[in-house]
């Protein structure tokens, strides 16, 4: 007989996540709104994060970070998530992002030299794949990084690259000259102080609105050797099959940010039925009322469960495909309604900025395309159930 399997965190693991909940509750709630109302970005919680040491949970020791598993991230990204999305921004992209890719695919050079930086938050890192061009179709980018003696030289014009205009690294895809399709695609770190990258203005969007997205150009800026995460290989799709794998982890944080905004408006959901009277009582008293908590309560339990799953199976430092689709895409459309019922059932103040309802629902709305749109999702799981890929370009 096996040991059966676990569907408990464990005490560890719960108090963790409560010593992340007061953190973040006491540090970030009061000025959760702030940022989304000035579209400011959170610098100073960026430094009360580095100040703490949760910007290098995942980093190994050695190279100035905690060492922690996913598992852990997964659950910090969750609590923050619950408290202030803008701060969430910057700790899915320290945590799931580039440094990530750093400690388990980089040299021991790159990560002597690049990954202290990023726990202690002298650098940020941004990562910089979509093209107006190349979408959803990631394999159709244009940037080059061309080869010339101690450099490559890199060309090309990025968009919605987050935190593009705050970021002082960015990891770029950029393909070898003359290649096509998936061969050739490899990625590189580029210091955003570089001659030739000009950075442009945030993008007005819905949500996220302190955490924005904006262009990143690249006219031919040299890029040391020594940058060159992995290569550009015009003769095979290795290169951009390993960086698809190292998104993994962003997947996963971007399902558990979904989780901890979901979880926030159902919190909010259940304090308000007690409150709010109609019909001479509380409204929790109806059961279409009743009916729509207990279907949040179980979406949320599901899109958790499912983000657990993902974060505790790694292979080779990144999580499961499989796992980490399926959470992704079923977290991003439940956060998508959970968020939108907690603001229905808050009547005409969920639709007033007066409270949180909005938000939540405008911050939710953007990680279904963000890190891979649910269509995609749904592409890559169903090439996975039916043992084949289908050519998107029909061909
Ligand atoms: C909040 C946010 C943050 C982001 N941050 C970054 C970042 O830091 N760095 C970065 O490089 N990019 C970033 N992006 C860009 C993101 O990766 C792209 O928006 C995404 O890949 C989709 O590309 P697109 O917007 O060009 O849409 P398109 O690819 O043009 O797609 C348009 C629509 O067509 C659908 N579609 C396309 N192809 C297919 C198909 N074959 N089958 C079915 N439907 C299809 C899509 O799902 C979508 O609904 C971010 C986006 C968001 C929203």
Not at 158 to 178: D, I, S
Not at 267 to 290: D, M, T, W
């Amino acid at each position: 007989m096996t040991s059966s399997p676990s569907f408990e965190l464990g005490p560890e693991l719960e108090a963790f996540r409560d010593e992340v909940r007061a953190f973040a509750e006491s540090r970030f709630a009061a000025k959760a709104a702030h940022w989304d109302e000035r579209e400011e970005f959170p610098e100073e919680n960026r430094r009360t994060l580095a100040g703490a040491g949760w910007l290098g949970l995942l980093i190994p020791q050695q190279y100035g970070g905690r060492g922690a598993p996913l598992i852990q991230s997964v659950l910090f990204v969750e609590e923050m998530a619950r408290v202030c999305f803008n701060t969430t921004t910057i700790c899915q992209i320290a945590l799931h992002g580039p440094a990530r890719a750093i400690a388990v695919l980089g040299t021991d050079e790159q990560k002597r030299r690049f990954l202290p930086g990023c726990a202690g938050g002298e650098h940020l890192f941004a990562i910089s794949i979509t093209e107006p061009g190349a979408g959803s179709a990631t394999t159709d980018i244009e940037t080059t990084a061309r080869d010339d003696g101690d450099a490559f030289v890199v060309d090309g014009h990025k968009c919605y690259t987050t935190l593009g205009a705050q970021c002082t690294h960015t990891l770029v895809f950029a393909r070898a000259p003359e290649s096509r399709g998936a061969r050739g695609i490899g990625a590189l770190i580029v210091d955003a102080r570089s001659p030739g990258v000009a950075i442009g203005e945030p993008d007005p969007k819905m949500g996220g609105r302190g955490a924005p997205e904006c262009d990143v150009r690249f006219d031919r800026v040299r890029v040391p050797k020594e940058n060159l995460l992995v290569p550009c290989d015009a003769k095979s799709s290795a290169g951009f099959r390993t960086l698809m794998a190292a998104f993994g982890p962003e997947r996963v944080g971007n399902a558990a940010i979904c989780v901890g905004l979901a979880q926030a408006a159902h919190e909010r959901a259940l304090a308000f039925v007690k409150e709010r009277r109609q019909f001479g009582r509380p409204i929790e008293e109806f059961q279409g009322i009743q009916w729509k908590i207990a279907d949040m309560a179980t979406q949320i339990h599901a899109a958790r469960l499912m983000v657990y799953r993902a974060a505790t199976r790694e292979k080779d430092g990144f999580p499961d495909p499989r796992d980490t689709t399926i959470a992704k895409l079923y977290a991003n459309e439940m956060a998508q309604r959970v968020t939108n019922e907690a603001l229905q059932i808050h009547g005409h103040r969920g639709y007033t900025r007066l409270y949180p309802l909005e938000r939540l629902y405008r911050d939710a709305r953007g990680y279904a395309v963000g890190g891979g749109t649910t269509e995609i999702l749904r592409n890559t799981l169903a090439a996975i159930e039916l043992g084949r890929s289908f050519d998107q370009r029909g061909g």
